[in-house]
């Protein structure tokens, strides 16, 4: 089999994994306090401690072993490693499906983020793509993860409405150990980049933060991540003061996440091409912008259906920040540094996971809940102008 098909081939079977690992990470998030609430002995405030917890537990084991994720997967095999992560992320699943009480529900949150499948399979799309074609393979891989994202949480509020939701956690887990069977099977190691010996070494953290391409880079992936979560915490306020007559509310929050995520997943290999035929660092400020204004415009608009316009180009754009930032940085790594580097921007990415709640925790007091959207807004436009003065991108250490 050719070099080119046999990419093609891993590159269809991770994007099929990527939706299916999706789907089981997000079925839980919309309804985490719910969810928690059934587990025995949890009252109703516990439930709300617990579910904040339990939010957190998965960022937890990410930012502890993203970086050495992407590091083993160039140093072991990329293969391997996602073996042992998909092993990992179904212990996990299974943890929380078969789950009597929120100890050992917890403990299979942690796991899910100590997996991290979301790095290998992000370090291993990317690099079985050839310089020519990253762009494209890094937006499908986007609209994968909306594609998981938009199914999960209407999967999980009906089951949990209707019945229950441990069948549909040990079904998903199910589902992606049979995945993880057929990748082993099918799946083939890209061949190992030997590195330069002459050329300097790759030194992880060190390298990224005193190079300040890189650094900017990195710093702009925490802002996104801190926007996007921030925005999580901050649409339900939104609506309920903005739009105080509305009823359903809750299912119109639910509908207006969905319309974002169906916005990014059709977006995203837009953004792809654009970027595997353009500059991605223009891609990714003219995003920042656009995710920006369609944040702030809300504390404008009077009609739900304007809201879902803003939400659809908000998703739109920001299908275009992640890949715009991973691929930007790949193209200034030599090959035998992208796990590693992947895994680095994930660890920067999770910390703006855990500052955008606080930030808005901590500005609850301060603001009303229409005018908490800023400071989102505010974040997104931070990003697009750190990245906005950058020196033209030059390899920082020699293939």
């Not at 799309?125 to 494209?136: A, C, H, L, Q, T």
């Not at 691929?327 to 500052?355: D, E, I, K, N």
């Not at 229409?370 to 990245?387: D, E, K």
């Amino acid at each position: 089999m050719s070099a080119t098909l046999s990419n093609s081939r891993n590159l269809v079977l991770l994007l099929i994994c990527q939706a299916v690992t999706t789907l089981g990470l997000m079925v839980l998030v919309p309804i985490m306090p719910l969810y928690v609430a059934t587990l025995t002995e949890v009252g109703t405030v516990g439930a709300a401690r617990w579910s904040s917890l339990a939010l957190a537990a998965p960022a937890l084991g990410m930012l502890c072993f993203a970086s050495y994720a992407g590091k083993w997967c160039d140093q072991f095999g990329y293969r391997r490693m996602l073996l042992v992560s998909l092993t990992i992320f179904i212990t996990s699943t299974l943890l929380m499906a078969l789950s009597q009480n929120v100890y050992v529900f917890m403990l299979g949150r942690l796991l899910q983020g100590v997996s991290t499948i979301g790095v290998v399979l992000t370090a291993f799309i990317g690099y079985v793509s050839d310089e020519k074609s990253r762009g494209r393979s890094l937006g499908l891989q986007e609209s994968a993860i909306a594609c998981g994202a938009m199914a999960g949480p209407v999967l999980g509020g009906m089951m949990l409405d209707y019945w229950s939701l441990k069948p549909l956690l040990t079904a998903s887990a199910l589902l992606t150990g049979i995945a993880g069977m057929v990748l082993w099977s099918q799946l083939s190691e890209p061949p190992k980049t030997v590195p330069d010996p002459s050329a300097p070494r790759f030194a992880g953290l060190r390298t990224v933060l005193t190079d300040t391409n890189l650094r900017k880079w990195m710093f702009a992936a925490c802002l996104i991540q801190a926007a996007a979560f921030a925005l999580v915490n901050v649409f339900a306020l939104y609506l309920t003061a903005h739009f105080p007559s509305a009823d359903a509310i809750a299912s119109k929050t639910g509908l207006l996440h969905a319309l974002g995520w169906f916005a990014a997943m059709l977006a995203s290999p837009l953004w792809g091409h654009l970027n595997d035929h353009g500059e991605p660092r223009r891609h990714f400020m003219l995003a920042a912008v656009g995710c920006a204004l369609s944040i702030g415009l809300l504390t404008v608009v009077n009609q739900i259906w304007l809201v879902a316009m803003l939400r659809v180009i908000q998703g739109a754009c920001y299908a275009a920040l992640a890949q715009s930032m991973l691929l930007a940085c790949s193209r200034q790594l030599p090959a035998f540094a992208y796990g590693h580097v992947t895994g680095l921007s994930r660890s920067f990415m999770v910390v703006g996971q855990l500052l955008g709640p606080l930030l808005i925790m901590v500005l609850i007091p301060l603001l009303d809940p229409v005018n908490l959207v800023w400071p989102v807004a505010g974040l997104f436009l931070a990003a697009g102008l750190l990245v906005c003065r950058h020196a033209t991108l030059a390899p920082c250490i020699k293939n």
